[in-house]
């Protein structure tokens, strides 16, 4: 009898939803900036897309990816209406960086467009096949460039080990064994990259292009900033929400336009030598990097205009000059690290922590994780403990150090860590990682 009053109810509720048209979620698709995609649904009468900006759907079923980004598309039929989701994916290649031994191969994929080439930057070293396949060959580092239908272009490192020979043994008059260190492999002599914290401040005023020049002329291969928003939504380099420490401005930044800002003086604070320095755009930064070949860590603070939108259009303006892929983004703010994740799924993403590490945090850095990106967990040294150590490497969550003041401390951190920030270690100790 229980049975029968069960399935009577879910008859009629099945039917409410067919009479009273309410809505249908379908599975999600994936789908690729770049191609087109037919959707086929049975007497439908309308398309709309719920963001423009992510997809656009004509009244055919055709939709054309814009960003990425999830939305969904709304399809009014006769009876009721249903909402297909959509998750729109850049292109990318299924490996950034690998590791082979001379002889090894790996084949490399590019997802969501077509290949047009592959292309070696040192044969000597490793060569690619016409299908993305990498062979190596001898010790050394190589770029294997790929460019796609799209016209963009997808790269990735190549580091080949050098050939292990084994000893030989020498005959011993004694028969004790001496005992043989054998080092991790996996690192093959590897340091964690100096990055360096606003550029190089002690010298030059703090975020400023010329800070960030002289750090490279100093051999640092990656530069930090600090995001926020002027009150027309450009995004500029600058680490206080007010002007008054780093500029002859007064008031927060916020107040003023893009132009109001430029007219500031962002140098003479530090040293006349620097009179007339200007806030940087954002914009601005990434072509020095790119100028420079400087990785940009860039830190997205809790501010007026960090929000999706804006988000959206910082990944915009690093694809018009070609650096979407080498930013590092990370944040205090959990919600903007998400966002971030959300506009780009194959960004290098992070989570800035204090000084406990919790089995909470932990998992939100595992829920930020996709198929295609890195996530890295920015954190003093000085809190994570061996055992720590060893559940980041077992759930691939890289690590940053912070605040690394010295040469001793940067010598102790623990060559998994990719990445050291430091306002104090000085070029003539920067040379162990060139």
């Known amino acids: 009898m229980k049975s029968k009053k069960k399935v009577f109810w879910l008859a009629l509720m099945i039917l409410v939803i067919l009479s ?3 809505t249908v979620q379908a599975a999600a698709r994936n789908m690729y900036i770049g191609q087109t995609y037919k959707l086929k649904v049975s007497r439908a009468r309308k398309w709309v897309s719920k963001n423009k900006k992510i997809v656009q759907v004509k009244q055919n079923g055709t939709v054309i990816p814009r960003r990425a980004g999830k939305t969904y598309i709304k399809v009014y039929k006769k009876k009721g209406v249903q909402k297909i989701w959509i998750n729109v ?6 490996k950034k960086k690998i590791t082979l031994n001379p002889g090894q191969t790996y084949k490399l994929k590019l997802n969501g467009t077509k290949v047009v080439s592959w292309k070696t930057s040192r044969k000597s070293v490793a060569t690619v096949t016409k299908n993305g396949v990498v062979r190596a060959k001898k010790a050394g580092t190589v770029t294997i460039t790929c460019r796609g239908r799209n016209k ?6 190549v580091i080949v080990k050098k050939k292990t020979v084994a000893p030989t043994p020498t005959p011993s008059p004694s028969p004790t064994p001496v005992p043989q260190v054998t080092p991790d492999p996996a690192y093959n002599g590897k340091r964690p990259v100096l990055i360096s914290h606003r550029g190089y401040r002690k010298i030059a005023p703090e975020n400023t292009l010329a800070a960030f020049r002289i750090a490279a002329e100093y051999g640092y291969k990656a530069v930090e900033c600090d995001i926020h928003f002027t009150k027309d939504n450009v995004p500029v380099i600058i680490h206080n929400a007010t002007t008054e420490q780093t500029s002859n401005g007064h008031g927060k930044i916020k107040l003023y336009t893009y132009e109001e800002a430029r007219q500031l003086d962002f140098g003479s604070w530090k040293s006349p030598m620097y009179t007339g320095e200007k806030i940087p755009s954002f914009e601005e930064f990434l072509i020095l990097c790119r ?3 400087l990785h940009p860590y860039v830190e ?7 929000n999706r939108e804006n988000i ?4 915009d303006i690093a694809c018009s000059v070609n650096m979407e892929d080498e930013i590092s983004w990370f944040s205090f703010g959990y919600a903007f690290v998400e966002m971030v994740r959300d506009v780009d ?15 909470a945090i932990l998992q939100q850095m595992r829920n930020l994780q996709t198929p295609e990106n890195t996530v890295t967990l920015y954190c003093y040294s000085s809190s994570i403990s061996p055992e720590l150590l060893e559940v980041c490497k077992r759930d691939k969550i890289e690590m940053v150090a912070r605040a690394v003041s010295t040469e001793a401390v940067y010598q102790s951190l623990d ?14 100790e920067i040379s162990i990682i060139k």
Do not use: R, W
């Open 20 to 22: 009273t048209g309410i």
């Open 89 to 94: 994916k850049k292109p990318y290649i299924n």
């Open 152 to 157: 963009k272009t997808y790269k990735c490192t």
């Open 291 to 293: 100028q420079y070949g």
């Open 300 to 306: 997205l603070k809790d501010c007026y205009g960090m």
């Open 312 to 315: 959206a259009k910082m990944y």
């Open 345 to 359: 799924p194959t960004a290098d993403i992070g989570f800035i922590t204090g000084s406990h590490i919790s089995e």
């Open 415 to 428: 060559p998994y860590y990719k990445g050291a920030l430091t306002d104090s270690v000085l070029n003539k």
